[in-house]
């Protein structure tokens, strides 16, 4: 498979975002262009680690807590005219992060997908999620669902848009590493591999979704009595 070359197109709205949602890159503080670039390379690199488990073809990818959808723009350009679907907050300003809230901005990250060739991305607002929503080939969720988000909030929805096959890769945090062992196993997902993340917080693990998984309610269910509650978070949870 060949690398990418991807430069993301990045309007001044989605940059505020991003500076939040992916501000932890190195760099950050050398001014703007540096960041852009670190930024670039961070999504490059991103694909690299994980584009073995990528199904294929690729025609629609739901990102849970995909902010701007920096990584999906990414996707679409190897994968033309891919069908993004994004599920993250739809209005908070830039600046806000609140403990276990969405803080992204669906006006935003339309544009930023746009201009970046996406077209018509769709937004799933965490408030009101649709009881149907399509299958997709790939569940992505890159420091999000089950690094700060609990793996209980979105496991049913994932489900729902889940057919037998589809692949899921997610960045678990380290340290609540049983929230893939054990509730995943629970819900009848196969792993097919696992890359190092950039830091030691988290690790990027592939499943694929096993056929029994869709008694997707009784799954649910039996994953959400087995979360453990919120006390066993991390010291350094940020949300
Ligand atoms: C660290 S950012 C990662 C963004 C993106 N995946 C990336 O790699 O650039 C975490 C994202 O999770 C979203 N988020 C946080 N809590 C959420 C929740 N409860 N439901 C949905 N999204 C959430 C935030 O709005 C933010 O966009």
Redesign the pocket.
Known sequence: MASIDFTPIIPPQAFQY?QV??GRISKMIDGPGIWRAAYRQQLMDSYEAIKQFIPRPLTSVL??????G??DALLNRVHPNLYVAI???MR?PPNVIER?????NATAAEHFLRENGVHQPVFYD?ESLPDDPPKFDLVI????WC???MPS??MDFALKSSRPGTVWILDVRIMQRFWASDLFSQARLDPIGEAPGFNDKYTRMAFRVHRQCHRRRLVADRTRRRWPGPDSRPSDWR?
């Open positions: 991003l949602q992916a990102d849970i807590g995909g902010g701007m920096g990584f599920l993250d907050g908070s276990n809230q969405p803080y992204s965490p969720s890159l420091q999000a690094f700060h988000i909030s979105y949300e």
